[in-house]
């Protein structure tokens, strides 16, 4: 398998994901701006918008706003991934408790296997759900964290698998997709869902009146689309991951009995009311929710580490 060339084809599916999220959102932005100048049609509306005859207000509030949260994400992801649990970070020497210790040196024997230059940060998440998610803008600014009852519940092999599994993602540029697909999704869904309440009421011109029609279907076409748009971009970053790992491991074995064992815990339990993160959902390994998960099936992953 040449990895450069599936990470090559994977980043131009990022620009071009990326620049489709742009588009929706100057579109919403504009639509809404249709509205406020009560347009007599939407082309004339876009014309005079786009030539500046009339400023784009809301186009540009909306964009500023966008910038400010994007840039409060970037600088805060790690609080924001980390929310909802207690947590812990283990550092590097310095003495630890035994689960903690084990946890630590598992990292950094992957690290050894990886000739990793980088060393993200490592929590332990007091949660009593099995799962793990990597995170952050790069590999020297990225976190990996890795929920107690995973990390108990794993022997040496199979924890060092699913850490190799995270690893990989970051050293991937994987996390970065993720943060970026998070954040403007939920800027978009909560954009258009405000846009649909502003300027109620009053006679609106043609051209006004389709853009709030648009702006109202595009409420719950959005959820749909951008659901679409990251599983087209994350479910081939899980199988490159998860070969990440059994390279690493020199055994795809390790990984698929970790898989096994999260998949079979979240059957014999309904953790969706303990997981109060949404934030972590498209991160982690494992997405109990196989038909509109941005994660393929166990079944397929597995199928996949063993080269069938």
């Known amino acids: 398998m040449n990895f450069q060339a599936i990470l090559q084809k994977n980043a131009l599916k990022t620009y071009a994901v990326l620049l489709c999220y742009v588009a929706i959102f100057l579109l919403i932005g504009l639509l809404v701006d249709i509205v406020r100048i009560n347009a007599q049609s939407l082309e004339y509306g876009f014309y005079l918008l786009l030539s500046l005859r009339e400023f784009p207000l809301i186009t540009c509030l909306t964009s ?4 400010v949260i994007i840039y409060y994400s970037i600088s805060r992801f790690d609080a924001i991934m980390l929310a909802g649990d207690e947590y812990e970070e283990l550092p590097q020497g310095v003495p630890l408790e035994p ?3 084990r946890v630590r040196n598992a990292l950094d024997d992957v690290l050894r296997r990886s000739s990793s230059s980088i060393s993200p940060r490592l929590y332990l998440i007091h949660a009593p759900y099995m799962n793990a998610f990597a995170s952050g803008w790069s590999e020297s600014n990225s976190l990996i964290a890795i929920t107690k009852a995973l990390a108990l519940s794993l022997d040496d092999q199979e924890l060092k698998a699913v850490l190799a599994h995270e690893l990989s993602h970051i050293r991937h540029g994987d996390v970065r997709l993720t943060m970026c697909v998070g954040i403007l999704s939920n800027i978009l869904l909560l954009v258009c869902n405000s846009a649909v309440y502003l300027f109620l009421g009053g006679n609106r011109a043609e051209g006004a009146q389709k853009a709030r029609t648009i702006l109202l279907v595009l409420q719950f076409v959005l959820p749909i689309l ?3 748009l990251q599983m087209f971009l994350s479910r081939s970053r899980e199988y490159m991951a998860d070969a990440g790992s059994a390279y690493l491991m020199n055994n795809p074995n390790p990984l698929i009995s970790a898989l096994q ?3 079979a815990s979240y059957k014999r339990n309904d953790f969706s009311q303990l997981d109060t993160n949404p934030t972590r959902q498209a991160a982690y390994i494992f997405s109990i ?3 509109f998960s941005t ?3 166990i079944q397929n992953r597995i199928q996949s580490l063993q080269g069938r």
């Open 261 to 263: 064992k999260i998949e």
């Open 64 to 67: 500023l706003v966008a910038v």
């Open 295 to 297: 994660h393929p099936s």
């Open 289 to 291: 929710s196989e038909a």
């Open 99 to 101: 689960l903690q210790a």
């Open 226 to 228: 951008t659901l679409w």
